[in-house]
């Protein structure tokens, strides 16, 4: 039925997301079509570029949604099959400012979903919000916009190759995870001088392979047994819309996000000194010395790209980047986060040097845990989370910082949790130098949280 209303539940922190057929049925489509041609046009917005990730579904979704948007009365530029990346690069590249990028990201295949920039600007909780009413009052411009067909990935390729040099031939090998960094990885390391050894390139939305996420471990499985067989120098990973950058030494050590932004802010620094450098409150807390000792200026700030993006342009800040594999250039590009654009740059930092695995494994690390999270029921997270920022006591912290959840640092770590913006779970992460010091800091958690949540629901 035509008339039917969105879940709710769809409309996230970061982007509109879920499951394609119940929750993402064409008429709510459409409808969202509608509500960001109404609300980009009310901006004075007249074009807006349009692209897809390599999901199943993902084509007729954007059939859809133009449709929407083109009965509001705005224009749209489909751009087609492409990495969110190369839709935000449209947005400069066509001078548009506006763009929705149809992608899952590293959700299941049944969902898709919509990350969207109306004027520069990427839509954050209360815009999404708005969108969502906009739909409930079925308030929507009425007009008839242009279509228009653009292949962007030529001059894409081209302003990233240009802006790259590396200092000796390289080889690679790359995992794209059958992602839709399959339209240009290949073609891109080959302008910029370096063989790969190129892992399930081939873009398919079953994922016939692994699922398209290097945050996590076992997604990376195939990569080091290619680099353990192999000649190539380290892997490099893509999730499914190439906006987040894996790596992996040539002995199989995965170098996490926060540890490359240890490597990139060195380098940025060389070139913008005295800048600010942005990281979310997961990222590891050699960051604070790091980016003071190369000369620059180290910024703590919530989780999320939309949030990350904001306080970037608020700061001018040369780089930034978070621990889920965003990493945000804006000094020789353009501020947005894009994994293959990350790529290109850690190979040229990299081939300065004869043996890359050795810088990136020297890079400063303590003990630390991975992401955990406890499940709870939808909205109790951010109760909680509120709750203990009032009431939770901590006698041995030096610092407690409130901006996303809690995190706590100690003279010899850091403790953190928070309530996550886009399922209802509490995300934990926890570094130390000792693995005695790591377990002290979880212990004091624990029995935070056991106040709260019945203890076999904490994974640790």
Request: include cysteine; charge should be negative; hydrophobic fraction near 35%.
């Amino acid at each position: 039925m035509n008339d039917e209303l969105p879940i709710k539940n769809i409309f996230k922190a970061y982007d509109i997301r879920g499951i394609v057929g119940s929750e993402l049925t064409s008429p709510t489509v459409k409808k969202i079509g509608q509500a960001i041609g109404t609300m980009a046009l009310s901006q004075m917005q007249k074009t807006i570029c349009v692209g897809y990730d390599g999901r199943l579904s993902s084509p007729s979704l954007s059939t859809t949604l133009i449709d929407g948007l083109l009965s509001t009365g705005i224009n749209v530029i489909d751009i087609g099959l492409c990495t969110t990346p190369m839709l935000y690069f449209s947005n400069f590249y066509q001078e548009t400012g506006t763009g929705v990028m149809i992608t899952g990201s590293h959700n299941p295949p049944e969902y898709n979903g919509f990350k969207m920039v109306i004027k520069g600007k990427t839509l954050t909780s209360d815009d999404i919000q708005n969108l969502y009413q906009i739909i409930l009052d079925s308030n929507y411009l009425n007009g008839e916009g242009d279509k228009k067909s653009l292949s962007i990935k030529s001059q894409y390729l081209h302003e990233i190759s240009n802006s790259i040099e590396l200092k000796r031939p390289m080889k690679v090998a790359i995992d794209c995870g059958n992602g839709a960094a399959g339209v240009c990885a290949e073609e891109l390391f080959k302008k910029l001088g370096v063989e790969t050894e190129p892992l399930f390139c081939d873009v398919d939305g079953n994922f016939p392979n692994h699922h398209p996420d290097p945050s996590n471990p076992k997604n990376l499985l195939d990569l080091k047994n290619k680099l353990k067989n192999g000649d190539s120098e380290l892997g490099l990973a893509f999730d499914g819309d190439a906006d987040r950058l894996g790596v992996v030494t040539k002995d199989g050590e995965i170098i996490f996000p926060d540890r490359q932004l240890l490597l990139f802010s060195e380098a940025v620094l060389k070139e913008c000194p005295k800048s600010s450098i942005i990281f979310d409150v997961k990222s590891t807390r050699h960051l604070f010395s790091w980016i003071k000792e190369k000369g620059g200026i180290p910024v703590i700030w919530k989780t999320g790209h939309s949030f990350i993006k904001q306080k970037m342009k608020e700061l001018n800040a040369s780089l930034a980047g978070e621990m889920s594999g965003h990493t945000f250039f804006n000094d020789r590009w353009y501020g947005f986060d894009d994994g293959l654009y990350a790529a290109a740059r850690l190979l040229e930092i990299l081939s300065e040097f004869d043996d890359p695995s050795k810088i990136l494994k020297a890079l400063p690390k303590g003990f630390s845990t991975p992401e955990l999270n406890i499940k709870l029921n939808e909205g109790e997270q951010h109760k909680l989370i509120a709750e203990l920022q009032e009431t939770a006591y901590f006698p041995d912290a030096i610092e407690i910082i409130k901006i996303d959840g809690l995190r706590v640092e100690y003279k010899e770590g850091f403790g953190l949790m928070r309530a996550s913006n886009t399922t209802p779970v509490i995300v934990l992460r926890f570094e130390a130098d000792t693995e005695k010091k790591l377990q002290e800091i979880q212990d004091q958690f624990k029995s935070i949280l056991t106040e709260h949540i019945s203890p076999e629901k904490i994974p640790f």
